[in-house]
């Protein structure tokens, strides 16, 4: 099956999807005149340093809303920054070599744009409940961008394919079956306990909804980033005179492919594009259209600066802790002992630190683990209200309700599953690969659709926060603004 499995998710993230991809990145560069890059500074003042202020000055207290841009951002990074980047980014050097982290680079470049112009479309366009409440996405996106503004009659099609790719995640989810893994080679426990042990916990973190959520996360994730960050930072600081030929082993595999040594089988350039790219997306979800879902949900005053902290996720995501996971594993030159997976970066910690090592990653795995189960639980509450929104109020509350408990089960059923019938990790990363692939295609393609929407709301960013042009008074900020929600959701109760 593994075989069949490797087939169909090569397939998918074949030449199409990485053209798609990269084509979007460049354009949505070149048009906004590679704004992720030139405007960094800017970036980072209104997203990382705002983290110091008192308070933080995207968050506007009158504009609608559920969590701050901080909490967003927080859960968010928390769904993306997680086993992808411990079990993803080891994932990509086993099979595609060290020129896969070249490539990851490159898509996470190109992604932090592309996740910008994915979470101000979704504020865009979100719409706002009978309690008051704010939801948005690529759904919303659709049948408003493309159905209403648009008249695609057909909107539908894309949306129903979307969230039929990614309901495909929640039973094939990785989170507890890494952890399980981890946790149970670590410190020799059943796997079967951890992942019990972890659906318990994950019903306290979602019991108080998306509220308990973002505070939950704003609260750990800043923590657990930086107890990551150091722990990589400390080993390859203590090898410091070998980060030369890291970098020169990466760009050596990325133009050249991997030969064979040690237990790696070796790799051609075309591996590593594939898996570095899918790694990337995997990990940072740029393009794929599931964190601008919790995004759409801020209180923020304008769709851009949202936006802002999409491409600072994917820089926090990738571009600094996949790094630090690649660098790591290669430096200690554990990429060629055959091993795969979070057993590949356990392995390389712990011969850094030694045992304590093995036991920070461990720890670093429950925690982004958890913290990606609570965010992919809102991401999936967003499009099971969007489905629900013409239903009636019981029941709507009764579906979502029946979701909130059945939510951690079927990760806990796939690690029953793998333990009793020998399923591989490998195996459960292919079911990842082709839930991702499908819908990061349609969203991708959707995002061009409406560039001009985006290009719009980008020049008004400008002129109001940058000095750059003049404003338009004409300009909608919210789309809701200019079709108000009696007009948009007629049949919501």
Not at 49 to 69: Q, R, T, V
Request: hydrophobic share 45%; with cysteine; net charge positive.
């Amino acid at each position: 099956m593994q075989v069949i499995l490797q087939s169909i998710s090569e397939f998918l993230w074949g030449l199409p999807l990485l053209i798609a991809i990269l084509f979007t990145g460049v354009y949505f560069s070149v048009r906004s005149k590679f704004f992720q890059f030139l405007y960094l500074p800017h970036i980072l003042n209104k997203t990382l340093l705002s983290i110091f202020k008192k308070k933080a000055p995207n968050d506007d207290p009158s504009s609608k809303g559920i969590i701050s841009s901080f909490e967003a951002v927080s859960t968010a990074i928390g769904g993306s920054v997680g086993v992808a980047n411990i079990g993803g980014a080891s994932t990509a050097i086993a099979v595609g070599g060290p020129g896969a982290v070249f490539w990851l680079w490159i898509c996470a470049l190109f992604g932090m744009i592309i996740k910008t112009v994915e979470v101000t479309l979704s504020v865009h366009y979100r719409s706002t409940d009978e309690n008051g409440e704010p939801y948005g996405g690529p759904t919303y996106y659709m049948e408003k961008g493309l159905g209403e503004e648009n008249k695609f009659r057909y909107w539908m099609i894309p949306a129903i394919l979307f969230g039929c790719g990614i309901f495909g995640t929640f039973f094939f989810t990785l989170q507890n079956y890494t952890i399980s893994e981890a946790v149970s080679s670590t410190f020799n426990i059943g796997m079967i306990p951890v992942s019990l042990t972890l659906m318990l916990v994950t019903y306290y973190v979602i019991y108080g909804g998306l509220k308990h959520i973002g505070k939950f996360a704003a609260r750990l994730v800043p923590i657990m980033v930086l107890f990551y960050i150091l722990s990589g930072l400390y080993i390859i600081l203590t090898h410091i005179t070998q980060i030369g030929d890291v970098f020169s082993i990466i760009f050596q595999g990325a133009f050249g492919g991997t030969a064979a040594v040690g237990g790696f089988t070796g790799a051609a350039v075309t591996q590593a594009i594939s898996m570095g790219m899918a790694r990337s997306v995997y990990s940072n979800e740029a393009g794929w259209g599931t964190s601008p879902m919790v995004h759409s949900t801020a209180k923020v005053n304008h769709p851009v600066k949202q936006g802002l902290w999409g491409a600072f996720e994917v820089f926090v995501d990738t571009i600094v802790v996949c790094s630090l996971t690649a660098f790591v594993i290669i430096i200690t030159g554990k990429w060629s002992s055959g091993m795969s997976g979070a057993a590949l970066t356990l392995s390389a910690f712990e011969m850094g630190i030694g045992d304590t090592g093995r036991v920070v990653i461990t720890i670093s795995i429950f925690l982004f683990g958890l913290t990606t189960l609570t965010g992919w639980f809102v991401y999936y509450e967003v499009l099971l209200r969007h489905l629900l929104r013409n239903q009636k109020r019981a029941f709507k509350k009764g579906v979502l309700t029946f979701y909130n408990w059945f939510y951690p089960i079927p990760g806990t059923v796939l690690v029953i599953y793998a333990v009793s019938y020998g399923l591989t990790g490998q195996t459960v990363w292919y079911f990842a690969d082709i839930a991702s692939a499908i819908p990061t295609f349609i969203n991708v393609m959707v995002i061009l659709l409406l560039s001009k929407k985006f290009f719009t709301l980008l020049h008004d960013y400008k002129a109001r926060y940058l000095g750059i042009g003049k404003i338009d008074p004409t300009v909608h900020l919210f789309y809701e603004d200019e079709h108000p929600p009696s007009s948009t959701l007629k049949n919501v109760p």
